[in-house]
């Protein structure tokens, strides 16, 4: 080979390897310049669509908490709308002196333990638990109230019974009444509690004071009964709710018929209203407890007439009886007690518990013991049956089975109530602010009257309890009510 085409050669060697240098430089930075690409594209998707970054952690949705929650990961920011809800209703059980539920209701928010906001509150709510004070229960007060009267013109119109209207006039207060006394219990320092929330029953059925009850320094405890919340037929005409419902929200209300035949729905009767109440005023109610309710059964419970009156009256004429009332269709009695069952439910829920007002509502220390085991035997049957268990029994009239001594077993009446299970006994005293027998055997109370009877007597300057309980009776009697009010 000349040295011309050796030189030729090795050139186009050169240019070759050159070309290729060239070629595979091109080829790297593209490489490097695709792959900053997409790193950037990638960096921008993290950033536009989530998964990090301090400020948008602050919108994660509940769903996204509680998730993180679970995971163990706790993501959630301080404050998030589920611990939130939590935090409230801890306050309200707080607010109902009911601290541990409180606690316990703060300790099962997630990481709580890192949550400064959380454990301040559980120090505060341990704080004012240990300094409250265990309520004696010797020295608690007992009111009770009946049915409202909700349109008084129509209560106390001229055309009525007299006899019956003094009646109404002496037993029942209105509903603005209501209202005012129950407002000036609150702001006396009053805290409901029911009946069952006194006394404890061991497993040997032996009875005692309750000590589970505490409150703060300047709360006192009162115990609150209703009265016959059955809503009797005889009540028609008379200005009074029909019977309590669950209206369209859940909510407990009282349905009324106004003398044009129109019903609606409303805050016709005690129980929407303290229910009311207590929502505004949570620490008004022990543990939410808002009382006990003291059934009969001759006309059903709490509106249903889950029974007829005829059976207290086998003389009577059922049939006129019937047509007097032809809102009530007989066949219908099943459904009215599944109804009634449902609303005893909502009531429980709602802190109420419920009594025995014997099933035909008349004297126990007047009647014998064969009419007793009767009315006892049917109330089991056909009230306990829709109401559950209890075992406090509220005479109907005051009519206390015995003296102010204690009951003993010769006291065949007592003997036979104990016999069917009952052990808690409650009469009426409207001048003592509470008297009260706490036995192994059984536990008995007096309770104040607060109706339109007891409210005149204290305004005629008699000293009855309700001066003693601390309430002002002039700015809650209604002046319109027909005086003199008499017991009838
Ligand atoms: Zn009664």
Redesign the pocket.
């Known amino acids: 080979m000349s040295e011309y085409r050796e030189n030729n050669v090795t050139s186009r060697n050169e240019r070759r390897r050159r070309r290729r240098r060239q070629a595979m430089i091109r080829r790297v930075c593209f490489g490097i310049i695709f792959a900053a690409l997409i790193a950037l594209i990638i960096l921008l998707c993290i950033k536009i669509f989530g998964g990090g970054g301090s400020s948008e952690q602050t919108e994660t949705t509940p769903q996204q908490q509680g998730q993180s929650s679970e995971n163990g990961e706790s993501q959630a920011p301080e404050t998030g709308s589920s611990n939130q809800a939590a935090i409230d209703e801890a306050a309200i059980l707080a607010a109902q002196y009911d601290y541990d539920a409180a606690i316990e209701k703060l300790k099962g928010i997630a990481g709580y333990q890192d949550k400064k906001e959380i454990t301040d509150l559980i120090a505060d709510y341990e704080l004012t638990r240990d300094t409250c004070v265990t309520v004696d229960m010797s020295t608690v007060p007992h009111v009770f109230f ?1 049915t409202l009267i909700c349109d008084f013109n129509r209560c106390f119109k001229s055309s009525h019974n007299q006899s019956l209207m003094n009646g109404y006039n002496a037993w029942m207060v209105t509903v603005d009444e209501f209202k005012e006394c129950i407002r000036q219990l609150y702001d006396l320092g009053y805290v409901i509690i029911n009946i069952g929330d006194s006394y404890t029953k061991d497993a040997d059925g032996n009875y005692s004071m309750s000590t589970d009850v505490k409150l703060p320094t300047g709360k006192k405890a009162l115990i609150l009964s209703y ?2 919340t059955c809503y009797y037929c005889q009540y028609m005409d008379w200005g009074m709710a029909d019977r309590v419902i669950l209206d369209e929200n859940g909510d407990l209300k009282c349905e009324y018929t106004d003398e044009s035949g129109n019903t609606t729905v409303g805050d016709y009767d005690h129980i929407p209203i303290l229910i009311d109440f207590c929502r505004e005023h949570p620490d008004f109610a022990w543990h939410g407890h808002k009382g006990t309710l ?1 059934l ?1 059964g001759y006309d059903g419970i709490l509106g249903y007439r889950t029974e007829f009156r005829m059976f207290d009256y086998p003389t009577g004429d059922e049939t006129a009886w019937l047509q007097a009332n032809p809102w009530c269709q007989k066949s219908e009695i099943e459904t009215y007690k599944e109804q009634a069952k449902v609303i005893v439910q909502a009531l429980k829920d709602n802190g109420y518990e419920f009594a025995s ?1 014997t099933w035909g ?1 008349r004297h126990a220390d007047q009647k014998g013991l064969d009419w007793l085991k009767q009315d006892t035997e049917w109330w089991c049957e056909r009230v306990e049956s829709l109401t559950g268990d209890t075992d406090i029994f509220v005479f ?2 005051g009519g206390d089975i015995g003296s102010g001594d204690d009951y003993t077993s010769s006291n065949e009446k007592y003997s036979y109530l104990k016999s069917m299970g009952f052990g808690v006994f409650c009469g009426v005293d409207g001048t003592s602010l509470y008297w009260n027998q706490y036995r192994s055997g059984y536990v008995r109370q007096s309770r104040i009257n607060i109706d339109g009877i007891n409210m005149y007597q204290t305004l005629q300057g008699k000293a009855t309890a309700l001066t003693k309980l601390g309430l002002d009776v002039e700015k809650i009697f209604d002046t319109r009510r027909p005086t003199p009010i008499t017991a009838s």
């Open positions: 009946h009265d016959d003291a009969t007002h509502h109907p009239h």
